[in-house]
């Protein structure tokens, strides 16, 4: 079984910054991907950054410029900076990660349980 554990979500006023953390546990062999997603009020759920294997990264258009995704491989944990936060950014943030474990072919999708950012005066 694997465990993602997030981390750093919060509140902060508009043009803040958080930086988010998610920590993969378990019986991992391979992490092929991992990212972060997020859910804002009456919206449906959404990525907004992932990190694949040879370090291949995508952002959502929304972010672009003002959050970054980063990995450290030797600790299984993928981070997310987000600066100049927005009133839209509000949103629960999921960690999501593709992860194979040993002796299994191909990779599993797991999730976390997610921490709320909200920006608010």
């Known amino acids: 079984q694997v465990q993602l554990v997030e981390s750093g979500g919060g509140l902060v006023q508009p043009g803040g910054s958080l930086r988010l953390s998610c920590a993969a546990s378990?019986?991992?062999?391979?992490?092929?991907?991992m990212g972060w997603y997020r859910q804002g009020p009456g919206k449906e759920r959404e990525l907004v950054a992932n990190i694949r294997t040879g370090s291949i990264i995508t952002y959502a258009d929304f972010v672009k410029g003002r959050f970054t995704i980063s990995r450290d491989n030797a600790k299984n944990t993928v981070y997310l900076q987000m600066n100049t936060l927005k009133p839209d950014d509000t949103a629960v943030y999921y960690c999501n990660a593709n992860i194979s474990p040993p002796s299994v072919i191909g990779g599993i999708n797991y999730w976390g349980k997610g921490t709320l950012v909200t920006v608010s005066e």
């Open positions: 378990g019986s991992i062999f391979r992490i092929n991907a």
